[in-house]
Antibody, heavy 123, light 108 residues
Framework: QLHLQESGPGLVKPSETLSLTCAVSGDSISSLSFYWAWIRQPPGKGLEWIGSIYYSGSSFYNPSLKSRLSMSVDTSKNQFSLRLTSVTAADTAVYYC???????????????WGQGTLVSVSS | DIQMTQSPSSLSASVGDRVSITCQASQDISNYLNWYQQKPGKAPKLLIYRASILQTGVPSRFSGSGSGTHFTFTISSLQPEDIATYYCQHYDNLVQYIFGQGTKLEIK
């Protein structure tokens, strides 16, 4: 059974960098059919896709975050990471890591999710 | 950019009721539409992909239909454990993954 677990600081100061890691167990992050994604949810609000990355390092980001965002993958540790720079209070959210299927036949969807981690941006 | 309009924003129904939620796209998106369930304090769960295909393990009382610009998510007989917020989600060839605003479903 695939399991994803987010980790990282729960509190980040404004203008600093938010860094999160997602540890994947139960399957290889190098699986050919899947990307790995981050999705966030501000308290009481809806879901926002942040970005997705392939095991090779190929990635694509939400245009609204692209200038502040970078994602990376570490196949030796079976994990992937998120860095979001110059954070503000608007970046306060529960951050989820997910498996992202991208297939011509099945389409694109997020089928396995971590439990989520709350990151608050505050001084 | 494609806009997704989900309605209603909230819904109250009785156990056993048939419940429907709609998602309207601002332009033709074929059947590139997924549905998720999010229970309070939990991560979302994929229920339906490509508008009508039930994810493995999802109860058959859940269904999806539609193509083009109009999509419907239906629970044929509402159960107490179905209390959740439901989201539609679209993706397009500009590599955009967009979620609807969500529909909060409550028991009457």
């Amino acid at each position: 059974q695939l399991h994803l677990q987010e980790s990282g600081p729960g509190l980040v100061k404004p203008s600093e960098t938010l860094s999160l890691t997602c540890a994947v167990s139960g399957d290889s992050i190098s699986s050919l059919s899947f990307y790995w994604a981050w999705i966030r949810q501000p308290p009481g609000k809806g879901l926002e896709w942040i970005g997705s990355i392939y095991y090779s390092g190929s990635s694509f980001y939400n245009p609204s975050l692209k200038s502040r965002l970078s994602m990376s993958v570490d196949t030796s540790k079976n994990q992937f990471s998120l860095r979001l720079t110059s954070v503000t209070a608007a970046d306060t959210a529960v951050y989820y890591c997910t498996r992202h299927l991208s297939s011509v036949l099945a389409g694109n969807y997020f089928d396995y999710w971590g439990q989520g981690t709350l990151v608050s941006v505050s001084s | 950019d494609i806009q997704m309009t989900q309605s209603p924003s909230s819904l109250s129904a009785s156990v056993g009721d048939r419940v429907s939620i709609t998602c309207q796209a601002s332009q033709d998106i074929s059947n590139y539409l997924n549905w998720y369930q999010q229970k309070p304090g939990k991560a979302p769960k994929l229920l339906i992909y490509r508008a009508s295909i039930l994810q493995t393990g999802v109860p058959s009382r859940f269904s999806g239909s539609g193509s083009g610009t109009h999509f419907t998510f239906t629970i044929s007989s509402l159960q107490p454990e179905d209390i959740a917020t439901y989201y539609c989600q679209h993706y397009d060839n500009l590599v955009q993954y967009i979620f609807g605003q969500g529909t909060k479903l409550e028991i009457k």
